[in-house]
């Protein structure tokens, strides 16, 4: 029996982030958008100058029976630098910041218990990620969505997105489609 719930993660630039999620089992309707910020409906352009205060990241809908919201945080963190500020690469401003947004308190409660987890286990730098409350979400633009499977072929997609999907590939391979 299906128990779709929805997620919201934000790990830097969007495309990088719906790249992996889109290969994981029991994940669906992935959007690229914005979060966090503070005006309605904000443009790509208005959101790459840093003004509006939103991150780029993605909501997903995801199937809790074939696939956990800790799984999901595994890859997250797994997938991205959650100890760099403002900062995924040469991806540099606030709109590249790490966030969860969770729905619920349990979503809350899992994500703090796997940041202190990794604090303690996996990273020596400080986790950065930011865990707030769901916020509204933008849609980005429509040629940001899907935007790997479009243009792999595009520099910034080999030096930057391939290699997150190869680690996904290579460590998660329980969890992928």
Request: charged share 20%; proline share 3%.
């Amino acid at each position: 029996m299906k128990k779709e719930k929805i997620a919201y993660f934000a790990g830097g630039c969007f495309w990088c982030t719906e790249a992996v999620f889109q290969r994981l089992r029991g994940v669906s309707n992935i959007v690229s958008g914005y979060m966090g910020g503070n005006i309605k409906n904000p443009a790509y352009r208005e959101v790459c100058s840093g003004r509006t205060g939103h991150a780029e990241g993605i909501r997903f809908v995801y199937d809790s029976s074939i696939i956990s919201y800790k799984d999901l945080l595994y890859v997250f963190f797994a997938t991205h630098d959650p100890t760099t500020l403002n900062r995924q690469g040469n991806d540099v401003g606030t709109q590249y910041r790490s966030a969860i947004f969770y729905t619920d308190e349990e979503q809350h409660k899992i994500a703090e218990a796997m940041i202190n987890e990794l604090q303690t286990s996996t990273f020596d730098a400080p986790i950065v990620t930011e865990l707030l409350p769901e916020m509204p979400f933008y849609s980005a633009e429509e040629e940001h969505q899907n935007y790997y499977n479009q243009h792999s072929d595009q520099m910034y997609c080999s030096y930057v997105i391939s290699p997150k999907v190869a680690k996904l590939t290579q460590y998660f391979k329980h969890l992928l489609n």
